[in-house]
């Protein structure tokens, strides 16, 4: 079983036949997909011989690589061997698992198709690092499918899996799925079935007009339908999240917190954060009242969180407005690892350095006025330099792991009229990402849209006037879809507004 994570939240398997690649290069097409979002990629191709199987999978890895992307080969484990590339990809019919396993070794990833649930457990038995379930739906691709499952046969076998104690295995389905389906296949009745990681596609990328484009739709259809999981997690584990946070907005975050499903602790003191950390604890700083006395708390905090493997959310409050604050960001991002960076575009300005940072910024709100593009870029980046999960607030907000970068379009101009609400906002992504730890991106996601949709049906409310009557409101709402999503209503769902960007556009 490999130990590294695999995003496998669009899985592109490849096609070189005329008839859905037509007569565009094939290296092309993946980059362009890679450039989408997809996070694992198969070659497949079932007609050439050795050689040209190995030079064209060289050139795919080169590629993959770039993107920190595993390649895997369908079928041919001697072509996967000559390459060195991540694992492969096995049928039912093809080489023998334990036959792989063994010329691979235990560092490959290997996965298995399953077509029902004496297969897929079989499979998780022998150690298969994932299973691609299908076929779901009849497909031109792949003409020798032996059943057609449906989404129906998918829910039976992820079923099984939970019950046989496989769930933490993860899946991916296969077969006739396109960005007109994707939402349906990935829905479910919202019961604590386990959830499908990702959907694999062959022509719905391969035989795309534009294989990016089309990449970052699916991307953002399979990252919506992952949010209801990350709200349950949280309730259903109660995440303990520690806050060292500004006097002026402990009691609001602290309900927050409790609204959505989380355990909050304020404690300003780092001698309490070993113990914290050891009992599972994510941990936020934030700036905005910041000391001397603060500043070393921080340190040793982050010290102790980075030392038990736990998340750091670092709220950069006010970052650029005065001198003491540049400072202590700078020596805040130099004493340690952060999972999610998150602040105003003037917050995030100071972060990433710069010139005129300290023009753009005014008290500890945002006043710098960046385009979406811009806007997109500078998470993006951030998230590179520092290898996080950048969360960039305002009137759209802009989520980036680097790799892929999100827009949320939901919140109600209320949620600036009090505060806080940005700090509780950190608060609520250090539970998701506290209880969520295998995509902080999802967990900022989920965050983010919870908190939006929470303001917007807040906001409508009858008795909601003004700020004052807003906060109860938003209280009540963020604690009712938390109830909703565990009674299986995702109704709150239909509202997310989240779209992959392309964050090279200028
Ligand atoms: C991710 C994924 N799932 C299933 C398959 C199908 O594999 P297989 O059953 O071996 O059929 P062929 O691909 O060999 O035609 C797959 N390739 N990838
Ligand atoms: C390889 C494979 N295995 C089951 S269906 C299939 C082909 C899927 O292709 P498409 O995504 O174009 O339907």
Same mark, same amino acid.
């Given at each position: ?302 010290? %102790? ?7 750091? +959310?670092?709220?950069? =409050?006010? $970052?650029?407005?005065? !001198? /003491? #604050?540049? *400072? ?111 995509? %902080? ?7 983010? +849209?919870?908190?939006? =949709?929470? $303001?917007?049906?807040? !906001? /409508? #409310?009858? *008795? ?43």
């Amino acid at each position: 079983m490999v130990n590294r994570t695999v995003d496998y939240g669009v899985y592109l398997v490849t096609d070189s036949t005329p008839a859905v690649l037509g007569d565009c290069s094939l290296t092309q097409v993946v980059e362009a997909a890679l450039r989408g979002g997809v996070g694992i990629v198969q070659y497949r191709d079932k007609n050439c011989s050795h050689e040209d199987a190995v030079t064209t999978a060289r050139e795919l890895h080169v590629l993959t690589k770039r993107f920190d992307v595993p390649l895997l080969v369908n079928d041919r484990v001697e072509v996967a061997v000559e390459v060195g590339c991540e694992g492969v990809h096995i049928g039912q019919d093809d080489m023998s698992f334990d036959a792989a396993r063994r010329i691979l070794g235990s560092e490959k990833i290997i996965g298995v198709t399953v077509s029902c649930e004496e297969e897929a457990i079989r499979a998780c038995e022998a150690g298969a690092d994932y299973l691609g379930i299908g076929t779901v739906f009849a497909t031109q691709t792949k003409k020798d499918t032996k059943s057609i499952i449906g989404p129906s046969g998918v829910s039976t076998i992820l079923e099984a899996l939970k019950e046989s104690g496989h769930g933490a295995v993860p899946t991916v389905c296969i077969g006739g799925i396109n960005n007109s389906n994707a939402a349906s296949v990935l829905a479910h009745d919202g019961s604590s079935r386990k959830s499908l990681d990702g959907l694999a596609v062959v022509s719905a990328l391969i035989a795309a007009p534009d294989p990016a484009a089309a990449a970052r739709q699916l991307l953002g259809t399979v990252l919506t339908a992952k949010m209801p999981q990350v709200v349950r997690t949280v309730a259903g584990t109660t995440p303990l999240t520690h806050n060292m946070t500004n006097l002026v907005v402990q009691n609001f975050a602290a309900n927050v917190a409790l609204a959505v499903g989380a355990s909050p602790i304020m404690a300003n003191y780092a001698e309490e954060a070993p113990d914290l950390a050891k009992l599972g604890a994510a941990l936020v700083i934030n700036m905005g009242t910041i000391t001397p006395d603060g500043l070393r708390n921080f340190i040793q905090a982050l010290k %102790a969180y980075n030392d038990a493997g736990r998340p750091v +959310v670092f709220d950069p =409050v006010g $970052a650029g407005a005065t !001198a /003491v #604050r540049r *400072e202590a960001v700078q020596t805040l991002l130099a004493a340690g690892h952060y999972a999610v960076i998150k602040g105003n575009s003037s917050e995030l300005l100071t972060v990433h350095g710069g010139p005129s940072v300290t023009e753009r910024q005014r008290g500890v709100d945002s006043t710098a006025v960046l385009s979406i593009s811009e806007r997109a870029r500078l998470a993006r980046d951030i998230a590179r330099q520092h290898s996080c999960v950048v969360l960039l607030t305002g009137p759209t907000d802009l989520i980036s792991d680097g790799r892929r970068t999100l827009r949320v379009d939901n919140g109600h101009e209320l949620l600036g009229m009090v505060t806080g609400t940005g700090c509780s906002l950190g608060t609520t992504v250090s539970a998701m990402v506290g209880a969520f730890g295998e995509d %902080a991106l999802v967990a900022c996601l989920a965050a983010t +849209v919870l908190f939006g =949709v929470a $303001a917007e049906m807040a !906001a /409508v #409310r009858p *008795e909601v006037r003004g700020p004052g009557t807003f906060v109860p409101a938003f209280i009540d709402e963020l604690y009712g879809i938390r109830k909703a999503t565990t009674a299986g209503d995702l109704q709150w769902l239909s509202m997310a507004k989240v779209q992959v960007v392309n964050a090279d556009e200028k």
